[in-house]
């Protein structure tokens, strides 16, 4: 149980493309999800927390017109890297929370590998 | 913000070893925490987690120590395997948010 699954996997796309990347949660529902960054060997770094109904919360130094969230249902979040540009470039992770504020891990996708050219 | 960081950056260690992957914390207040391992090209994965209700919980051929006096957490692999090679990062739950630490690779030799 607890899967949730990220498309698409891989994008290579233009400088100045926007790119949408969906996060499911496929057996469970999700009030709360949350989009990580990660660069080669380094760690997660959160971006924001997305709410379902409700804006997204973004980390400092984040832009959010950047990068636009929707979560408008309770297995569906999905980020959108507008205009992309090469300095976008990085492996994006989503996760879902079964809970609310009570404590129960993350459960992550697999991940998307984006390469801006 | 908050920061959860590792002592070590590698471990390597023989195959049929224990491994011991440590971290420490900075906020207090935190009540949750989470290690997960991390395989390349993949999400994290979930191995096991505790409250700071407790210093101890035991899995399968894992356990999690918790010391809240030092703000310590370690993760114990018994007899590790090929198939424990991965990243591991240890995450501290504050403010309804999880913030990672900066993981450790751990190499199992066989």
């Known amino acids: 149980g607890a899967v949730v699954s990220q498309h698409p996997s891989r994008v290579i796309c233009k400088s100045g493309t926007s790119v949408k990347i969906e996060c499911r949660s496929l057996?469970?529902?999700?009030?709360?999800m949350f989009w990580y960054r990660q660069f080669p060997k380094q760690s997660l770094m959160l971006m924001a927390t997305?709410?379902?109904?409700?804006?997204?919360?973004?980390e400092q130094g984040v832009e959010k017109d950047k990068f636009l969230i929707n979560h408008a249902s309770l297995t569906l979040s999905t980020l959108t890297v507008t205009s992309a540009h090469p300095e976008d470039s990085s492996f994006y992770i989503c996760?879902?929370?079964?809970?609310?504020?009570?404590?129960?891990?993350?459960?992550f996708g697999d991940g998307t590998r984006l390469s801006i050219l | 913000g908050e920061s959860v960081g590792l002592h070590l950056p590698t471990l390597s260690v023989q195959e049929g070893d224990n491994s011991i992957i440590n971290c420490a914390y900075s906020?207090?207040?935190?009540?949750?925490f989470i290690w997960y391992k991390q395989e390349s090209g993949k999400g994290p994965q979930f191995i096991i987690d505790?409250?700071?209700?407790?210093d101890k919980r035991q899995g399968q051929r894992v356990t999690v120590l918790l010391n809240k006096t030092v703000k310590h957490l370690s993760l114990q692999i018994a007899a590790t395997q090929p198939g424990d090679s991965a990243v591991y990062f240890c995450?501290?739950?504050?403010?309804?948010?999880?913030?990672f630490g900066s993981g450790t690779k751990l190499n199992v030799k066989p």
């Open positions: 995450a501290e739950k504050g403010f309804n948010k999880f913030y």
């Open positions: 997305s709410n379902e109904g409700s804006k997204a919360t973004y």
């Open positions: 057996d469970f529902q999700a009030t709360t």
């Open positions: 505790i409250r700071s209700n407790m």
């Open positions: 996760s879902a929370m079964l809970g609310g504020s009570s404590n129960q891990p993350q459960h």
């Open positions: 906020n207090s207040a935190s009540d949750y």
